[in-house]
């Protein structure tokens, strides 16, 4: 069955960095467009980026454009998002996910990983 396990998250001072590792499984990553979702303290699960299957053109959230650049190894079936200059608001559980299921409103798969901005 589908897996994604998301890895990476921690605790980090404002200005610093991070980066998030998904592994995917069960499915046809290298085939598969995919996406970054998080989920702030007592908020709702926001969009953060989009990769197609290829790679190609990226897409970001205004709120993380610019410091946020998302990737993925198609050969190790692996996604990631390098996480710049991370700010206080940015504090989330972070999830990958299937583009597909994420215009559906389906909700994360994976465990999720925490990140913490703090002082």
């Known amino acids: 069955q589908v897996q994604l396990v998301e890895s990476g998250g921690g605790l980090v001072q404002p200005g610093g960095s991070l980066r998030l590792s998904c592994v995917a499984s069960?499915?046809?990553?290298?085939?598969?467009?995919m996406d970054w979702v998080r989920q702030p303290p007592g908020k709702g699960l926001e969009w953060v980026s989009r990769i197609p299957a290829d790679g190609g053109t990226t897409t970001y959230a205004t709120s993380v454009e610019g410091r946020f650049t998302i990737s993925r190894d198609n050969a190790k079936n692996t996604l990631y998002l390098q996480m710049n200059n991370l700010k206080p608001e940015d504090t989330a559980a972070y999830y990958c996910?299937?583009?597909?299921?994420?215009?559906?409103?389906?909700?994360?798969r994976g465990p999720g990983t925490q990140v913490t901005v703090s002082s």
């Open positions: 996910a299937r583009s597909t299921e994420v215009a559906r409103g389906t909700p994360p």
């Open positions: 069960g499915f046809a990553f290298s085939e598969t467009p």
